[in-house]
């Protein structure tokens, strides 16, 4: 068994035992490795330690229950193992920058928290993904504000976004003042203040606001600072590389992700959405270091 497969199957058995007593030792055991050599083996395939991981997937967890249940703090905090509502509390503000009874009053989600949220699990393909089709480490980029043009929509199933490009790059010629060349293309991706619902505009840059063509919509983002990714492969690995982003690098780096729209970029590298040679950037806004 490879090093991969032996910490795929240790996800799964982590998740499946969340709720109950489980250790790094425990792990170590059943994939057949000493508690030591395990630890080394899976901090390299994941990019964080066994406790970590344990620790960050029940905290997602109990965000869930923080949002849709009528669990009592202090009974999300047993159920996840926190040694007390305290303990809980403080954990919870470190991955998601506030605390639990400050985001179960909350109506809606907040962009800082989507991504943070999602429950997506990693598998083996998703663990080789981190290795081979993103970049670990990303490079910080801030853009002047940004005049963008496009056709927006609500959600992001795949179908309706590859509907939506189709249907924008027939009409991008409409467009006036155009700032990049026409095989640039930028997504911007946000939520709408209502729980999880997920706007994402297909959009060009223009040096300012001119005619906007029927259908389509104008938006302007303030200048930022950005930490950027880039993606490599098909669309459909792209949440590993969300999940890597939001519970590996963003905790770990001492940075907070700014209250606004994620960015995506398109240029020559992208070669479709099934292409496993394709690559493009992802831009998630950060607050300047404090």
Known sequence: MNYIESVTKAIAYIEDHLSSEITPEEIAGLAGYSHYHFHRIFQSVTRCSVSEYIRRRRLTHAAYDLFYSD??????????????????TRSFQRMFSI????????TDMKDTLFR?????VLDEAGL?????????????ITLDRLHLVGMRTQGVNSSEVGRLWSCFKKRAAEIENRCDA?????ALIELTGVQWEVAYTACATVTHKGRI???MVYRTLPST??????????????PDTFQY????????????????????????????PTNEDSEFDIYIPINPVS
Do not use: C
């Not at 703090?73 to 303990?87: G, L, N, W």
């Not at 026409?182 to 930028?186: L, N």
């Not at 950005?226 to 690995?237: E, I, N, P, Q, T």
């Open 71 to 88: 669990l009592r703090i202090v009974e999300i905090a047993i159920k996840y193992r926190f040694e007390s509502q305290e303990a809980f």
């Open 99 to 106: 605390t639990p009874g400050q985001f179960r009053k909350q």
């Open 116 to 120: 943070a949220m999602e429950k997506k």
């Open 128 to 140: 080789k993904h981190l290795h081979f089709g993103m970049t670990l480490d990303p490079v910080y």
């Open 182 to 186: 026409e095989s640039i293309g930028y």
């Open 213 to 215: 063509p029927e259908g």
């Open 225 to 238: 600072t950005y930490a950027v990714f880039s993606h490599r492969g098909s669309l459909d690995r792209l």
């Open 245 to 272: 982003i939001y519970h590996t690098w963003l905790p770990r780096s001492g940075r907070t992700r700014m209250n606004a729209p994620e960015l995506a970029r398109y240029d020559h590298r992208y070669l479709g």
